[in-house]
Protein backbone atom coordinates (compact mmCIF):
# COMPACT_ATOMS: atom_id res chain seq x y z
CA UNK A 1 0.00 0.00 0.00
CA UNK A 2 1.62 3.56 -1.05
CA UNK A 3 -0.07 6.93 -0.05
CA UNK A 4 0.86 10.53 -1.00
CA UNK A 5 -0.11 14.40 -0.11
CA UNK A 6 -2.74 16.48 -1.90
CA UNK A 7 -0.96 19.57 0.12
CA UNK A 8 2.29 18.67 1.24
CA UNK A 9 3.34 22.51 2.06
CA UNK A 10 0.92 22.45 4.80
CA UNK A 11 2.61 19.93 6.06
CA UNK A 12 5.13 22.86 7.54
CA UNK A 13 2.06 23.75 10.35
CA UNK A 14 2.80 19.82 12.13
CA UNK A 15 5.31 22.19 13.72
CA UNK A 16 1.95 23.63 16.13
CA UNK A 17 2.26 20.04 17.46
CA UNK A 18 4.74 21.15 19.86
CA UNK A 19 2.66 24.08 21.48
CA UNK A 20 1.49 22.13 24.17
CA UNK A 21 4.64 20.96 24.66
CA UNK A 22 6.48 24.75 25.05
CA UNK A 23 3.32 25.47 27.45
CA UNK A 24 4.10 22.90 29.64
CA UNK A 25 7.67 23.44 30.18
CA UNK A 26 6.90 27.45 30.55
CA UNK A 27 4.43 26.35 33.35
CA UNK A 28 7.28 24.82 35.50
CA UNK A 29 7.68 27.77 38.01
CA UNK A 30 11.11 28.15 40.09
CA UNK A 31 10.50 28.16 43.40
CA UNK A 32 12.41 28.32 46.47
CA UNK A 33 13.08 25.67 49.21
CA UNK A 34 11.51 27.19 52.67
CA UNK A 35 11.60 25.19 55.90
CA UNK A 36 8.18 25.12 57.55
CA UNK A 37 6.96 22.70 60.16
CA UNK A 38 3.68 22.43 58.81
CA UNK A 39 5.54 21.72 55.25
CA UNK A 40 6.60 18.36 56.45
CA UNK A 41 2.72 17.15 56.11
CA UNK A 42 2.12 18.67 53.00
CA UNK A 43 5.52 17.13 51.29
CA UNK A 44 4.55 13.53 52.30
CA UNK A 45 0.90 13.72 50.54
CA UNK A 46 2.51 15.37 47.46
CA UNK A 47 4.88 12.43 47.60
CA UNK A 48 2.43 10.49 47.47
CA UNK A 49 0.58 11.90 44.09
CA UNK A 50 3.23 13.36 42.56
CA UNK A 51 3.74 10.07 40.10
CA UNK A 52 0.43 9.89 39.44
CA UNK A 53 -0.14 14.01 38.41
CA UNK A 54 3.39 13.50 36.34
CA UNK A 55 1.45 10.80 34.10
CA UNK A 56 -1.83 12.75 33.86
CA UNK A 57 -0.50 15.93 32.82
CA UNK A 58 2.00 14.31 30.60
CA UNK A 59 -0.79 12.25 28.77
CA UNK A 60 -2.72 15.28 28.53
CA UNK A 61 0.09 17.30 26.86
CA UNK A 62 0.27 14.48 24.34
CA UNK A 63 -3.25 14.56 23.43
CA UNK A 64 -3.16 18.27 22.77
CA UNK A 65 -0.34 17.81 20.49
CA UNK A 66 -1.81 14.75 18.20
CA UNK A 67 -5.62 16.97 17.75
CA UNK A 68 -3.19 19.52 16.30
CA UNK A 69 -1.32 17.09 14.31
CA UNK A 70 -4.22 15.47 13.03
CA UNK A 71 -6.02 18.63 11.94
CA UNK A 72 -2.76 19.48 9.79
CA UNK A 73 -2.84 16.03 8.17
CA UNK A 74 -6.81 16.36 7.40
CA UNK A 75 -5.91 19.89 5.36
CA UNK A 76 -3.18 18.08 3.57
CA UNK A 77 -5.21 15.95 2.19
CA UNK A 78 -3.52 12.11 2.15
CA UNK A 79 -4.12 10.26 -0.87
CA UNK A 80 -4.00 6.17 -0.33
CA UNK A 81 -3.29 3.71 -3.25
CA UNK A 82 -4.77 0.16 -2.19
CA UNK A 83 -3.90 -2.03 -4.69
CA UNK A 84 -5.06 -4.83 -2.46
CA UNK A 85 -8.51 -3.87 -2.36
CA UNK A 86 -8.19 -3.95 1.70
CA UNK A 87 -10.20 -0.60 2.57
CA UNK A 88 -12.17 -0.34 -0.81
CA UNK A 89 -15.57 -1.78 -0.96
CA UNK A 90 -16.04 -5.38 -2.05
CA UNK A 91 -16.30 -6.45 -5.75
CA UNK A 92 -18.91 -8.21 -7.09
CA UNK A 93 -18.10 -12.13 -7.60
CA UNK A 94 -19.49 -14.53 -10.20
CA UNK A 95 -20.04 -17.80 -8.21
CA UNK A 96 -20.70 -21.35 -9.27
CA UNK A 97 -22.23 -23.63 -6.44
CA UNK A 98 -21.12 -27.33 -7.23
CA UNK A 99 -23.47 -29.68 -5.47
CA UNK A 100 -21.98 -33.40 -5.42
CA UNK A 101 -25.19 -35.70 -6.11
CA UNK A 102 -23.52 -38.93 -6.28
CA UNK A 103 -25.03 -42.55 -4.94
CA UNK A 104 -22.50 -41.64 -1.63
CA UNK A 105 -24.07 -38.72 -1.35
CA UNK A 106 -27.46 -40.25 0.15
CA UNK A 107 -25.34 -41.73 2.99
CA UNK A 108 -27.49 -40.62 6.56
CA UNK A 109 -25.74 -39.39 9.83
CA UNK A 110 -27.25 -38.11 12.66
CA UNK A 111 -30.42 -38.39 10.76
CA UNK A 112 -29.44 -36.48 7.97
CA UNK A 113 -28.17 -37.36 4.61
CA UNK A 114 -25.02 -36.03 3.05
CA UNK A 115 -27.25 -34.35 0.59
CA UNK A 116 -29.03 -32.76 2.77
CA UNK A 117 -25.51 -31.32 4.51
CA UNK A 118 -24.67 -30.16 0.62
CA UNK A 119 -28.15 -28.24 0.51
CA UNK A 120 -27.86 -26.22 3.46
CA UNK A 121 -23.95 -25.63 2.39
CA UNK A 122 -24.91 -23.87 -0.63
CA UNK A 123 -28.15 -22.27 0.53
CA UNK A 124 -25.89 -20.57 3.07
CA UNK A 125 -23.18 -19.51 0.36
CA UNK A 126 -25.87 -18.33 -2.02
CA UNK A 127 -27.95 -16.25 0.70
CA UNK A 128 -24.94 -14.58 1.73
CA UNK A 129 -24.77 -13.07 -1.56
CA UNK A 130 -24.51 -9.17 -1.73
CA UNK A 131 -25.40 -6.58 -4.58
CA UNK A 132 -23.96 -7.36 -7.93
CA UNK A 133 -23.56 -10.80 -7.32
CA UNK A 134 -23.99 -13.72 -9.74
CA UNK A 135 -24.72 -17.63 -9.72
CA UNK A 136 -24.67 -20.69 -11.68
CA UNK A 137 -25.81 -23.68 -10.29
CA UNK A 138 -24.18 -27.18 -10.99
CA UNK A 139 -25.62 -30.82 -10.13
CA UNK A 140 -22.29 -33.13 -10.06
CA UNK A 141 -23.64 -36.32 -11.91
CA UNK A 142 -23.76 -38.77 -14.70
CA UNK A 143 -27.87 -38.24 -14.73
CA UNK A 144 -28.89 -35.15 -16.62
CA UNK A 145 -28.86 -32.39 -16.23
CA UNK A 146 -26.00 -31.57 -14.76
CA UNK A 147 -26.36 -27.53 -15.01
CA UNK A 148 -29.35 -26.75 -12.72
CA UNK A 149 -29.16 -22.91 -13.26
CA UNK A 150 -27.68 -22.09 -17.06
CA UNK A 151 -27.94 -18.71 -17.24
CA UNK A 152 -26.38 -16.06 -15.38
CA UNK A 153 -28.39 -15.65 -11.92
CA UNK A 154 -28.71 -12.30 -10.20
CA UNK A 155 -31.09 -12.46 -7.41
CA UNK A 156 -29.79 -15.26 -4.46
CA UNK A 157 -33.01 -16.19 -3.70
CA UNK A 158 -33.87 -18.22 -7.49
CA UNK A 159 -30.74 -19.78 -6.49
CA UNK A 160 -32.00 -20.81 -3.33
CA UNK A 161 -35.47 -22.11 -4.91
CA UNK A 162 -33.66 -24.70 -7.27
CA UNK A 163 -31.44 -25.88 -4.16
CA UNK A 164 -34.68 -26.51 -2.01
CA UNK A 165 -35.96 -28.76 -5.55
CA UNK A 166 -32.97 -30.39 -6.25
CA UNK A 167 -33.14 -34.49 -5.59
CA UNK A 168 -30.99 -36.95 -5.24
CA UNK A 169 -30.98 -38.99 -8.50
CA UNK A 170 -29.65 -42.43 -8.35
CA UNK A 171 -26.02 -42.01 -10.60
CA UNK A 172 -22.22 -41.36 -10.48
CA UNK A 173 -20.72 -38.92 -10.25
CA UNK A 174 -18.90 -37.49 -13.85
CA UNK A 175 -16.77 -35.72 -12.42
CA UNK A 176 -14.69 -34.14 -15.62
CA UNK A 177 -17.61 -33.75 -17.71
CA UNK A 178 -18.93 -31.58 -14.67
CA UNK A 179 -15.43 -29.58 -15.11
CA UNK A 180 -15.64 -29.11 -17.94
CA UNK A 181 -19.04 -27.51 -18.04
CA UNK A 182 -17.95 -25.30 -15.05
CA UNK A 183 -14.99 -23.69 -17.28
CA UNK A 184 -17.49 -23.21 -19.68
CA UNK A 185 -19.58 -21.41 -17.12
CA UNK A 186 -16.36 -19.03 -15.77
CA UNK A 187 -16.75 -17.60 -19.52
CA UNK A 188 -19.95 -16.00 -18.35
CA UNK A 189 -19.70 -13.14 -16.96
CA UNK A 190 -16.38 -10.96 -18.28
CA UNK A 191 -17.35 -8.46 -16.38
CA UNK A 192 -17.09 -9.31 -13.46
CA UNK A 193 -13.32 -10.38 -12.78
CA UNK A 194 -13.94 -12.11 -9.51
CA UNK A 195 -14.38 -15.73 -9.68
CA UNK A 196 -15.38 -18.47 -6.90
CA UNK A 197 -16.14 -21.56 -7.65
CA UNK A 198 -17.69 -23.81 -4.57
CA UNK A 199 -17.35 -27.62 -4.69
CA UNK A 200 -19.59 -29.20 -2.38
CA UNK A 201 -18.86 -32.87 -1.75
CA UNK A 202 -17.75 -36.04 0.47
CA UNK A 203 -14.83 -36.29 -1.74
CA UNK A 204 -15.18 -40.03 -2.43
CA UNK A 205 -11.76 -41.54 -3.72
CA UNK A 206 -14.23 -43.98 -6.20
CA UNK A 207 -15.58 -40.84 -7.64
CA UNK A 208 -12.30 -37.92 -7.45
CA UNK A 209 -9.06 -40.73 -7.41
CA UNK A 210 -10.13 -43.56 -9.27
CA UNK A 211 -11.21 -44.38 -12.81
CA UNK A 212 -9.40 -44.63 -16.32
CA UNK A 213 -5.74 -42.65 -16.06
CA UNK A 214 -7.29 -40.67 -18.97
CA UNK A 215 -10.52 -39.60 -16.79
CA UNK A 216 -7.60 -38.38 -13.77
CA UNK A 217 -5.76 -37.11 -16.26
CA UNK A 218 -8.37 -34.34 -17.23
CA UNK A 219 -9.60 -33.88 -14.02
CA UNK A 220 -6.29 -32.74 -13.13
CA UNK A 221 -5.94 -30.46 -16.04
CA UNK A 222 -9.49 -28.83 -15.63
CA UNK A 223 -8.58 -28.08 -11.67
CA UNK A 224 -5.67 -26.26 -12.67
CA UNK A 225 -7.69 -24.68 -14.99
CA UNK A 226 -10.61 -23.44 -12.99
CA UNK A 227 -8.19 -22.04 -10.43
CA UNK A 228 -6.48 -20.15 -13.30
CA UNK A 229 -9.26 -18.31 -14.02
CA UNK A 230 -10.48 -18.12 -10.12
CA UNK A 231 -10.97 -19.45 -6.27
CA UNK A 232 -11.84 -22.85 -5.98
CA UNK A 233 -13.42 -23.48 -2.89
CA UNK A 234 -13.67 -26.99 -1.27
CA UNK A 235 -16.41 -27.62 1.42
CA UNK A 236 -16.20 -31.33 2.47
CA UNK A 237 -19.14 -32.95 4.08
CA UNK A 238 -18.26 -36.30 4.17
CA UNK A 239 -18.23 -38.90 6.72
CA UNK A 240 -15.27 -41.02 8.26
CA UNK A 241 -15.45 -44.45 8.65
CA UNK A 242 -19.15 -45.00 8.46
CA UNK A 243 -20.42 -48.65 8.07
CA UNK A 244 -22.10 -49.36 4.90
CA UNK A 245 -23.26 -52.66 3.29
CA UNK A 246 -24.46 -52.77 -0.35
CA UNK A 247 -25.79 -55.04 -3.00
CA UNK A 248 -23.75 -54.27 -5.59
CA UNK A 249 -25.14 -56.54 -8.54
CA UNK A 250 -27.93 -58.81 -9.84
CA UNK A 251 -27.04 -60.69 -12.86
CA UNK A 252 -29.19 -63.54 -14.45
CA UNK A 253 -26.95 -66.06 -15.49
CA UNK A 254 -28.95 -67.10 -18.91
CA UNK A 255 -29.77 -65.42 -21.65
CA UNK A 256 -32.94 -66.89 -22.34
CA UNK A 257 -35.33 -68.00 -19.34
CA UNK A 258 -38.59 -69.96 -19.67
CA UNK A 259 -41.29 -71.21 -17.37
CA UNK A 260 -40.01 -74.45 -18.31
CA UNK A 261 -37.50 -74.07 -15.28
CA UNK A 262 -35.96 -71.82 -12.56
CA UNK A 263 -33.83 -69.42 -13.63
CA UNK A 264 -30.21 -68.77 -12.48
CA UNK A 265 -29.88 -65.34 -10.84
CA UNK A 266 -26.28 -64.24 -8.73
CA UNK A 267 -26.46 -61.13 -6.45
CA UNK A 268 -22.98 -59.89 -5.05
CA UNK A 269 -23.02 -57.98 -1.65
CA UNK A 270 -19.72 -55.99 -0.16
CA UNK A 271 -19.38 -54.72 2.93
CA UNK A 272 -17.53 -51.07 2.82
CA UNK A 273 -17.29 -50.65 5.97
CA UNK A 274 -13.86 -51.23 8.05
CA UNK A 275 -15.94 -53.82 11.21
CA UNK A 276 -17.30 -57.73 10.39
CA UNK A 277 -21.27 -57.40 9.62
CA UNK A 278 -23.07 -60.93 10.78
CA UNK A 279 -26.45 -61.62 10.43
CA UNK A 280 -27.45 -58.73 8.11
CA UNK A 281 -30.78 -60.12 6.24
CA UNK A 282 -31.17 -59.91 2.68
CA UNK A 283 -34.03 -60.54 1.07
CA UNK A 284 -35.33 -61.62 -2.74
CA UNK A 285 -38.37 -60.57 -4.53
CA UNK A 286 -40.46 -61.23 -7.57
CA UNK A 287 -42.74 -58.84 -8.96
CA UNK A 288 -42.95 -57.03 -5.27
CA UNK A 289 -43.36 -60.88 -3.68
CA UNK A 290 -40.82 -61.95 -0.77
CA UNK A 291 -39.67 -65.29 -2.59
CA UNK A 292 -36.44 -65.91 0.02
CA UNK A 293 -34.89 -64.73 2.91
CA UNK A 294 -31.06 -65.16 4.05
CA UNK A 295 -29.04 -64.16 6.46
CA UNK A 296 -25.36 -63.03 5.53
CA UNK A 297 -22.06 -62.98 7.70
CA UNK A 298 -19.11 -60.19 5.92
CA UNK A 299 -15.81 -59.15 7.01
CA UNK A 300 -14.68 -56.25 6.58
CA UNK A 301 -14.25 -54.85 3.05
CA UNK A 302 -15.34 -58.81 2.02
CA UNK A 303 -17.73 -59.69 -0.59
CA UNK A 304 -20.09 -62.45 -0.12
CA UNK A 305 -21.73 -64.08 -3.95
CA UNK A 306 -26.01 -65.15 -3.18
CA UNK A 307 -26.92 -67.81 -5.47
CA UNK A 308 -30.68 -68.26 -6.24
CA UNK A 309 -32.75 -70.42 -8.85
CA UNK A 310 -35.86 -68.66 -9.35
CA UNK A 311 -38.68 -70.37 -10.72
CA UNK A 312 -41.28 -68.28 -12.89
CA UNK A 313 -44.96 -69.61 -13.36
CA UNK A 314 -45.79 -67.50 -16.31
CA UNK A 315 -44.38 -65.44 -18.96
CA UNK A 316 -43.27 -61.81 -19.49
CA UNK A 317 -41.63 -59.13 -18.16
CA UNK A 318 -40.62 -60.60 -14.37
CA UNK A 319 -39.23 -57.58 -11.42
CA UNK A 320 -36.94 -59.06 -9.37
CA UNK A 321 -35.22 -57.35 -6.56
CA UNK A 322 -32.64 -58.42 -3.95
CA UNK A 323 -32.53 -55.96 -1.03
CA UNK A 324 -30.71 -55.57 2.80
CA UNK A 325 -31.87 -54.65 5.88
CA UNK A 326 -31.41 -50.79 5.73
CA UNK A 327 -28.11 -49.38 6.60
CA UNK A 328 -26.83 -45.52 6.75
CA UNK A 329 -26.82 -45.58 3.32
CA UNK A 330 -30.17 -46.57 1.94
CA UNK A 331 -29.84 -46.28 -1.69
CA UNK A 332 -26.93 -49.12 -2.39
CA UNK A 333 -29.14 -51.88 -0.44
CA UNK A 334 -31.06 -52.42 -3.05
CA UNK A 335 -30.91 -53.64 -6.71
CA UNK A 336 -33.51 -54.43 -9.09
CA UNK A 337 -33.44 -56.24 -12.73
CA UNK A 338 -36.02 -57.09 -15.19
CA UNK A 339 -36.15 -60.40 -16.44
CA UNK A 340 -37.98 -61.38 -19.61
CA UNK A 341 -39.18 -64.58 -19.25
CA UNK A 342 -40.32 -66.09 -22.74
CA UNK A 343 -43.10 -68.58 -23.25
CA UNK A 344 -40.88 -69.62 -26.64
CA UNK A 345 -37.97 -68.62 -27.46
CA UNK A 346 -37.70 -68.21 -30.93
CA UNK A 347 -34.74 -69.57 -33.32
CA UNK A 348 -33.91 -69.06 -37.08
CA UNK A 349 -31.98 -71.89 -38.63
CA UNK A 350 -30.40 -71.15 -41.94
CA UNK A 351 -29.69 -74.05 -44.15
CA UNK A 352 -26.93 -73.36 -45.96
CA UNK A 353 -27.07 -77.09 -48.16
CA UNK A 354 -27.81 -80.53 -48.02
CA UNK A 355 -26.43 -82.48 -45.53
CA UNK A 356 -24.34 -85.58 -46.60
CA UNK A 357 -27.20 -88.15 -45.10
CA UNK A 358 -31.20 -88.86 -46.44
CA UNK A 359 -31.77 -86.52 -43.93
CA UNK A 360 -31.55 -83.80 -46.83
CA UNK A 361 -30.69 -80.65 -44.23
CA UNK A 362 -27.87 -79.24 -42.86
CA UNK A 363 -29.95 -77.89 -39.95
CA UNK A 364 -31.81 -81.28 -39.34
CA UNK A 365 -30.11 -82.68 -36.23
CA UNK A 366 -29.74 -78.74 -34.83
CA UNK A 367 -33.99 -78.82 -35.28
CA UNK A 368 -34.33 -82.66 -33.77
CA UNK A 369 -32.01 -81.12 -30.81
CA UNK A 370 -33.81 -77.78 -29.93
CA UNK A 371 -37.56 -79.26 -30.17
CA UNK A 372 -37.70 -82.76 -30.18
CA UNK A 373 -41.18 -83.01 -29.18
CA UNK A 374 -41.98 -80.34 -32.00
CA UNK A 375 -40.27 -82.49 -34.79
CA UNK A 376 -42.35 -85.67 -32.98
CA UNK A 377 -45.06 -83.91 -33.48
CA UNK A 378 -44.86 -82.78 -36.95
CA UNK A 379 -44.12 -86.15 -38.05
CA UNK A 380 -47.13 -87.75 -35.94
CA UNK A 381 -49.76 -85.45 -35.71
CA UNK A 382 -51.76 -85.16 -33.04
CA UNK A 383 -48.61 -85.81 -30.61
CA UNK A 384 -48.40 -82.82 -28.06
CA UNK A 385 -45.73 -80.32 -28.76
CA UNK A 386 -44.43 -78.78 -24.89
CA UNK A 387 -40.89 -77.62 -26.39
CA UNK A 388 -40.22 -74.12 -24.91
CA UNK A 389 -38.20 -73.87 -28.02
CA UNK A 390 -39.60 -72.88 -31.49
CA UNK A 391 -36.94 -73.30 -34.18
CA UNK A 392 -37.59 -71.85 -37.93
CA UNK A 393 -35.68 -73.24 -40.85
CA UNK A 394 -35.09 -71.09 -44.01
CA UNK A 395 -32.63 -71.73 -47.08
CA UNK A 396 -29.66 -69.13 -47.56
CA UNK A 397 -31.53 -67.86 -50.62
CA UNK A 398 -34.76 -66.96 -48.41
CA UNK A 399 -32.16 -64.89 -46.05
CA UNK A 400 -32.28 -62.12 -48.29
CA UNK A 401 -34.50 -59.19 -46.97
CA UNK A 402 -35.81 -61.23 -44.14
CA UNK A 403 -36.63 -60.23 -40.49
CA UNK A 404 -34.31 -61.23 -37.98
CA UNK A 405 -35.43 -58.94 -35.24
CA UNK A 406 -38.27 -60.95 -34.15
CA UNK A 407 -35.61 -64.58 -33.21
CA UNK A 408 -33.65 -64.42 -30.23
CA UNK A 409 -30.71 -66.24 -31.63
CA UNK A 410 -30.25 -67.19 -35.53
CA UNK A 411 -27.91 -70.15 -36.67
CA UNK A 412 -26.05 -70.39 -40.13
CA UNK A 413 -25.58 -74.12 -41.05
CA UNK A 414 -22.66 -74.37 -43.98
CA UNK A 415 -24.16 -71.08 -45.65
CA UNK A 416 -21.25 -70.87 -48.36
CA UNK A 417 -21.13 -67.13 -48.40
CA UNK A 418 -22.61 -63.92 -47.25
CA UNK A 419 -22.87 -60.77 -48.89
CA UNK A 420 -22.07 -56.77 -47.72
CA UNK A 421 -25.60 -56.06 -47.17
CA UNK A 422 -26.31 -59.56 -45.01
CA UNK A 423 -23.49 -58.89 -42.98
CA UNK A 424 -24.32 -55.58 -41.78
CA UNK A 425 -27.85 -56.84 -41.23
CA UNK A 426 -26.50 -59.40 -38.83
CA UNK A 427 -24.05 -57.09 -37.04
CA UNK A 428 -27.01 -54.47 -36.72
CA UNK A 429 -29.16 -57.81 -34.90
CA UNK A 430 -25.98 -58.85 -32.72
CA UNK A 431 -25.69 -54.83 -31.81
CA UNK A 432 -29.52 -55.01 -30.43
CA UNK A 433 -28.09 -58.57 -28.61
CA UNK A 434 -29.34 -61.04 -30.51
CA UNK A 435 -27.22 -64.09 -30.39
CA UNK A 436 -25.47 -65.41 -33.65
CA UNK A 437 -24.45 -69.22 -34.14
CA UNK A 438 -22.01 -69.99 -37.08
CA UNK A 439 -21.67 -73.56 -38.26
CA UNK A 440 -18.84 -74.44 -40.73
CA UNK A 441 -19.00 -77.39 -43.10
CA UNK A 442 -18.05 -78.48 -46.73
CA UNK A 443 -19.65 -75.65 -48.46
CA UNK A 444 -18.21 -72.79 -46.69
CA UNK A 445 -15.72 -70.24 -48.06
CA UNK A 446 -13.62 -69.65 -45.67
CA UNK A 447 -11.69 -67.02 -48.08
CA UNK A 448 -15.13 -65.07 -48.03
CA UNK A 449 -15.74 -65.65 -44.44
CA UNK A 450 -12.69 -63.89 -43.92
CA UNK A 451 -13.37 -60.45 -46.28
CA UNK A 452 -16.86 -60.36 -45.45
CA UNK A 453 -16.98 -61.46 -41.88
CA UNK A 454 -14.15 -61.24 -39.89
CA UNK A 455 -12.81 -58.00 -41.57
CA UNK A 456 -9.30 -57.79 -39.74
CA UNK A 457 -11.18 -58.44 -36.30
CA UNK A 458 -13.49 -56.00 -36.51
CA UNK A 459 -16.05 -57.66 -38.36
CA UNK A 460 -19.29 -59.96 -36.37
CA UNK A 461 -17.35 -63.60 -36.98
CA UNK A 462 -14.71 -64.48 -33.88
CA UNK A 463 -11.50 -65.80 -35.35
CA UNK A 464 -10.28 -65.93 -38.87
CA UNK A 465 -10.45 -68.80 -40.78
CA UNK A 466 -7.93 -71.43 -42.62
CA UNK A 467 -7.30 -74.44 -43.86
CA UNK A 468 -9.67 -77.42 -44.24
CA UNK A 469 -8.41 -80.22 -41.51
CA UNK A 470 -9.28 -83.43 -41.56
CA UNK A 471 -11.52 -86.04 -44.52
CA UNK A 472 -14.90 -86.23 -44.31
CA UNK A 473 -15.01 -88.81 -47.12
CA UNK A 474 -12.07 -91.05 -45.70
CA UNK A 475 -12.54 -90.31 -42.55
CA UNK A 476 -8.91 -91.60 -41.57
CA UNK A 477 -8.32 -89.32 -39.06
CA UNK A 478 -10.75 -88.36 -36.04
CA UNK A 479 -10.67 -85.74 -34.03
CA UNK A 480 -12.19 -85.87 -30.34
CA UNK A 481 -12.97 -82.71 -27.76
CA UNK A 482 -10.78 -81.36 -25.53
CA UNK A 483 -12.83 -78.65 -22.87
CA UNK A 484 -9.73 -78.11 -20.94
CA UNK A 485 -10.37 -77.19 -17.25
CA UNK A 486 -14.53 -77.04 -18.41
CA UNK A 487 -14.24 -73.21 -16.87
CA UNK A 488 -15.93 -71.52 -19.93
CA UNK A 489 -20.10 -71.86 -19.77
CA UNK A 490 -20.38 -73.30 -22.95
CA UNK A 491 -19.13 -76.54 -21.23
CA UNK A 492 -19.58 -75.91 -17.40
CA UNK A 493 -22.34 -78.69 -17.33
CA UNK A 494 -20.13 -81.38 -18.86
CA UNK A 495 -17.69 -81.30 -15.76
CA UNK A 496 -17.89 -84.46 -13.73
CA UNK A 497 -20.08 -86.18 -16.16
CA UNK A 498 -18.13 -88.03 -18.73
CA UNK A 499 -21.33 -89.97 -19.36
CA UNK A 500 -22.88 -87.01 -21.38
CA UNK A 501 -20.45 -88.48 -24.37
CA UNK A 502 -18.44 -84.74 -24.83
CA UNK A 503 -14.88 -85.88 -24.89
CA UNK A 504 -16.21 -89.46 -26.65
CA UNK A 505 -17.73 -87.41 -29.78
CA UNK A 506 -15.52 -88.17 -32.71
CA UNK A 507 -15.06 -84.87 -35.45
CA UNK A 508 -13.57 -86.31 -38.89
CA UNK A 509 -13.49 -82.58 -40.27
CA UNK A 510 -13.44 -78.92 -39.56
CA UNK A 511 -11.92 -75.25 -40.77
CA UNK A 512 -8.95 -74.01 -38.52
CA UNK A 513 -9.75 -71.11 -36.81
CA UNK A 514 -6.86 -68.56 -35.78
CA UNK A 515 -7.25 -65.88 -32.97
CA UNK A 516 -4.95 -62.78 -33.25
CA UNK A 517 -3.36 -61.45 -30.52
CA UNK A 518 -5.31 -58.90 -28.59
CA UNK A 519 -8.55 -60.07 -29.99
CA UNK A 520 -11.44 -60.27 -27.81
CA UNK A 521 -12.75 -63.91 -28.53
CA UNK A 522 -12.41 -66.75 -26.40
CA UNK A 523 -12.00 -70.71 -26.92
CA UNK A 524 -14.74 -72.50 -25.31
CA UNK A 525 -13.63 -76.08 -26.28
CA UNK A 526 -10.98 -77.04 -28.21
CA UNK A 527 -9.93 -80.20 -30.65
CA UNK A 528 -7.09 -82.66 -28.92
CA UNK A 529 -5.20 -81.23 -31.68
CA UNK A 530 -5.17 -77.64 -30.26
CA UNK A 531 -6.90 -75.86 -32.50
CA UNK A 532 -10.68 -74.11 -31.56
CA UNK A 533 -13.73 -75.80 -31.97
CA UNK A 534 -15.57 -73.32 -30.28
CA UNK A 535 -14.77 -69.90 -30.59
CA UNK A 536 -17.33 -67.28 -29.07
CA UNK A 537 -17.15 -62.94 -28.02
CA UNK A 538 -19.32 -60.21 -27.54
CA UNK A 539 -20.48 -58.04 -29.72
CA UNK A 540 -22.28 -55.23 -28.95
CA UNK A 541 -24.85 -56.14 -27.05
CA UNK A 542 -25.42 -59.32 -28.27
CA UNK A 543 -23.38 -62.50 -28.65
CA UNK A 544 -21.20 -64.26 -31.42
CA UNK A 545 -20.07 -68.05 -31.49
CA UNK A 546 -17.97 -69.73 -34.02
CA UNK A 547 -18.26 -73.96 -34.49
CA UNK A 548 -15.78 -74.78 -36.99
CA UNK A 549 -17.32 -78.29 -38.02
CA UNK A 550 -20.67 -78.57 -39.19
CA UNK A 551 -24.03 -79.75 -37.30
CA UNK A 552 -24.96 -82.85 -39.20
CA UNK A 553 -23.41 -85.77 -39.97
Given at each position: ???G??S?????????????V????????R????????????????????????????V?????????A??V?????L?????G??????????????ID?S??M???????????????????????G???????????????P?????????????????????????????V????E????L?????D???K?V??????Q??????????D???????L?Q?????????V?V?????A??????LE?LEA???P????????????????R??G???E?????????Q???????G????E??????????E?R?Q?R????S???D????L??????????L???????R???????D????????????A????G???????????I?????????????????????R???????Q??E????G?GG??????D???????????F????G????????????I????T?????????S??????F?????????R?Q?????R????A????R???????G??A?V???????R??????????
Open positions: MAFWGPALLWWLALAATPIIHLLSKRHREMEWAAMRFLLEAMRKNSRRLRIEQLLMAVRALILLVVALAQLLNDPGLLRPRQPAHKIIVATSGLVSRDESLFERARQAARAIAGQRPGDVFNLVRLSNVPSVIVPDLAYEPAKVVDEIEQMSLPHGTADPGCLKVADLKLAPVPQEYLISDFRTSWSAGPEGAVRTRSLKIDAAGKIVLDGQFETNVAVTSSFVTARPAPLRATIRNFGTEVTRHILLVDDKLVERAVDLAAAEAVNYLVPFSYGGRVVLQKDLPLDQRWVVPVKDKIRVCVNGGHATARGKATYLELALAPEAVRRRAPGADRSRIEPTVSEGELQGFDLGGYDCVFFCNVRFTDREAVITYLQGVVWSLGQVSAESYDEILRQGTSLPARLGDRQGEEQREAFEFDPGDFHPIVAAQGNPDAGLEATYAYIATLPGNASVALAFDSDPVERSFGRGSILVTTSVDE
